[in-house]
């Protein structure tokens, strides 16, 4: 029996590098600011994992 090498491709989306984390402004800044920030890393960390689980799936490991 002869196994077949098959390449397995990553999806283009999980080759985009993760975005890094907000920058903060050198003064001191509102809780609101703080929230905001926050809420933006978090979504950008959230989009990130999708891209990485996506491309684990796409070469047939575990995620």
Not at 5 to 14: F, G, L, M, Q, S
Not at 30 to 43: F, I, K, P, V, Y
Request: net charge positive; with cysteine.
């Amino acid at each position: 029996m002869m196994l077949i090498d098959a390449k397995k491709t990553v999806p283009a989306e999980a080759e985009k590098p993760c975005a890094d984390p907000t920058a903060l402004p050198d003064r001191a800044i509102s809780a609101a600011e703080a929230t905001t920030l926050w809420g933006a890393d978090r979504s950008a960390l959230r989009v990130c994992e999708q891209r990485r689980a996506a491309a684990v799936k796409a070469i047939g490991g575990a995620p």
